[in-house]
């Protein structure tokens, strides 16, 4: 960390919760430092949609231009089933989501995030794990491991990472934006339920020929939901949910450093699974199967904190929630509110009552994510309201790209109501 000057504040992950949260500290003027336990940004396009909000956040910050031209809209999201498309909802007539979702792949988004930290010099220290915690009243007290890589084994070579030394920082307020595994958490003891079934998908990137439109496609089928994003540079993502036993041996750890070499080194699907997956859930798609950029199953888990933190440390991004990837929320949500908590806790720095500012963020973020699971809010159908959209209600509310704010907008544009339940 800085020498003697301790920063304001430590943001611990450098995902894109945490770069976002650390960018609008440092925007405040807040000193700010991250703490990464990997070696590199994620190298991943794991969550690959931004929100209308994400996107206008990233183009206020000054990042989005230049990267425009990699980046692809989606105008339409179209509702199907086994023989083809069933509802379209025109995101550009939606009262705020106009812009529609910009399909932009996390590893990009990443590194457009970390370009203004760096130019700022907001240091991000790689290869730093944290590994304990304690506060004060005035102080949090952060343990850190710094690691470094070293060769092991005897007669096949492994690279492993080992602590090099410890080192404890203190600051002000400490942020977790540390994942779904978040140490953060876990040392304010805080618990992590699960508030609904964990869904998993065999997930497919690959170049095709297939004409999309600018529309993705969410199609429910008697197994589940399943989503077809396509990507810039004439790629798609195809995500099929799959039965829980068959995934169960994966973990849903985020290997942020996934390098497939030839076949080997990790589990990866056949292509005759794609083949049939394709034939039996979606038989009109179209479009040529070739190159594939990565195929895997994903579990996603749906788990909620009860509390977002407690006095001077405080969670955002996975390491409060998680949930399953169609609506895209856990990134889009997440970053919002990395923002959101870092221009609290600039408030309370500029001397503005901790206890209310804080507990407020706590409280909203209770609110919107008790809604967004379908906790506290759910579709109630009108008379007029399609009838496929009525057979697949309880599908479609966990698969729309909605936050708190927008959720009522986009009920109304699917013709049916937000209720409380
Ligand atoms: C394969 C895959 C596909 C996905 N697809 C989608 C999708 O389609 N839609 C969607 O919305 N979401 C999707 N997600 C989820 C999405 O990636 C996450 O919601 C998003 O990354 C959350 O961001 P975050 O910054 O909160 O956490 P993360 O991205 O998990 O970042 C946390 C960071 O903290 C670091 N860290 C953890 N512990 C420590 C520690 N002790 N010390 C220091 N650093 C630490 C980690 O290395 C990591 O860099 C997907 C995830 C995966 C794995």
Same mark, same amino acid.
């Given at each position: 960390?800085?020498?003697?000057?301790?920063?304001?504040?430590? &943001?611990? /992950?450098?995902?894109?919760?945490?770069? @976002?949260?650390?960018?609008? =500290?440092? #925007?405040?003027? !807040? *000193?700010?430092?991250?703490?990464?336990?990997?070696?590199?940004?994620?190298?991943?396009?794991?969550?690959?949609?931004?929100?209308?909000?994400?996107?206008?956040?990233?183009?206020?910050?000054?990042?989005?231009?230049?990267?425009?031209?990699?980046?692809?809209?989606?105008?339409?999201?179209?509702?199907?089933?086994?023989?083809?498309?069933?509802?379209?909802?025109?995101?550009?007539?939606?009262?705020?989501?106009?812009?529609?979702?910009? &399909?932009? /792949?996390?590893?990009?988004?990443?590194? @457009?995030?970390?370009?203004? =930290?760096? #130019?700022?010099? !907001? *240091?991000?220290?790689?290869?730093?794990?944290?590994?304990?915690?304690?506060?004060?009243?005035?102080?949090?007290?952060?343990?850190?491991?710094?690691?470094?890589?070293?060769?092991?084994?005897?007669?096949?070579?492994?690279?492993?990472?080992?602590?090099?030394?410890?080192?404890?920082?203190?600051?002000?307020?400490?942020?977790?934006?540390?994942?779904?595994?978040?140490?953060?958490?876990?040392?304010?003891?805080?618990?992590?339920?699960? &508030?609904?079934?964990?869904?998993?998908?065999?997930?497919?990137?690959?170049?095709?020929?297939?004409?999309?439109?600018?529309?993705?496609?969410?199609?429910?089928?008697?197994?589940?939901?399943?989503?077809?994003?396509?990507?810039?540079?004439?790629?798609?993502?195809?995500?099929?949910?799959?039965?829980?036993?068959?995934?169960?041996?994966?973990?849903?750890?985020?290997?942020?450093?996934?390098?497939?070499?030839?076949?080997?080194?990790?589990?990866?699907?056949?292509?005759?699974?794609?083949?049939?997956?394709?034939?039996?859930?979606?038989?009109?798609?179209?479009?040529?199967?070739?190159?594939?950029?990565?195929?895997?199953?994903?579990?996603?888990?749906?788990?909620?904190?009860?509390?977002?933190?407690?006095?001077?440390?405080?969670?955002?991004?996975?390491?409060?929630?998680?949930?399953?990837?169609?609506?895209?929320?856990?990134?889009?949500?997440?970053?919002?509110?990395?923002?959101?908590?870092?221009?609290?806790?600039?408030?309370?720095?500029?001397?503005?009552?901790?206890?209310?500012?804080?507990?407020?963020?706590?409280?909203?973020?209770?609110?919107?994510?008790?809604?967004?699971?379908?906790?506290?809010?759910?579709?109630?159908?009108?008379?007029?309201?399609?009838?496929?959209?009525?057979?697949?209600?309880?599908?479609?509310?966990?698969?729309?790209?909605?936050?708190?704010?927008?959720?009522?907008?986009?009920?109304?544009?699917?013709?049916?109501?937000?209720?409380?339940?």
């Amino acid at each position: 960390m800085r020498g003697k000057t301790s920063p304001m504040v430590i &943001v611990v /992950g450098a995902g894109p919760v945490g770069l @976002a949260t650390a960018l609008s =500290l440092h #925007k405040r003027g !807040v *000193p700010v430092e991250i703490v990464e336990r990997d070696d590199r940004p994620g190298t991943h396009s794991n969550a690959l949609a931004l929100h209308p909000r994400s996107t206008a956040m990233l183009k206020e910050w000054g990042i989005l231009g230049s990267l425009e031209a990699d980046t692809l809209q989606i105008k339409n999201l179209v509702y199907c089933d086994l023989n083809g498309p069933r509802y379209n909802l025109d995101l550009t007539k939606i009262p705020g989501q106009e812009s529609g979702l910009l &399909v932009f /792949g996390q590893d990009h988004l990443e590194a @457009a995030l970390i370009g203004p =930290l760096e #130019k700022a010099n !907001v *240091p991000i220290h790689w290869n730093s794990r944290l590994s304990g915690l304690n506060q004060s009243e005035d102080k949090v007290e952060v343990h850190l491991e710094k690691l470094i890589e070293s060769m092991s084994g005897y007669a096949m070579a492994r690279l492993e990472w080992q602590v090099d030394r410890e080192i404890t920082a203190r600051c002000r307020y400490l942020i977790g934006a540390d994942g779904h595994f978040s140490m953060v958490r876990r040392g304010l003891g805080i618990d992590f339920p699960k &508030v609904a079934p964990a869904q998993s998908f065999a997930v497919f990137e690959f170049k095709t020929d297939y004409a999309h439109n600018n529309e993705a496609r969410i199609v429910y089928t008697d197994e589940g939901t399943n989503v077809m994003w396509p990507l810039p540079g004439g790629y798609c993502r195809w995500g099929f949910e799959i039965d829980e036993s068959a995934a169960e041996k994966y973990s849903r750890e985020k290997d942020r450093l996934f390098v497939q070499v030839g076949n080997q080194g990790y589990r990866t699907l056949e292509s005759s699974m794609l083949n049939e997956l394709l034939a039996t859930r979606a038989p009109w798609f179209d479009g040529s199967i070739e190159r594939f950029k990565w195929r895997m199953i994903v579990r996603f888990e749906k788990r909620l904190a009860p509390r977002f933190g407690r006095d001077r440390v405080w969670l955002a991004g996975d390491a409060g929630h998680v949930t399953g990837p169609v609506g895209m929320q856990s990134m889009n949500i997440g970053m919002k509110e990395g923002r959101e908590l870092g221009n609290c806790v600039a408030d309370c720095l500029e001397g503005n009552n901790e206890t209310a500012v804080l507990e407020a963020y706590n409280s909203k973020r209770e609110m919107e994510w008790r809604a967004i699971m379908g906790l506290s809010k759910h579709f109630s159908v009108r008379d007029e309201t399609d009838s496929f959209l009525e057979h697949n209600v309880d599908k479609l509310f966990g698969s729309i790209p909605a936050s708190i704010n927008s959720l009522p907008q986009i009920a109304d544009a699917l013709g049916m109501d937000l209720v409380s339940v």
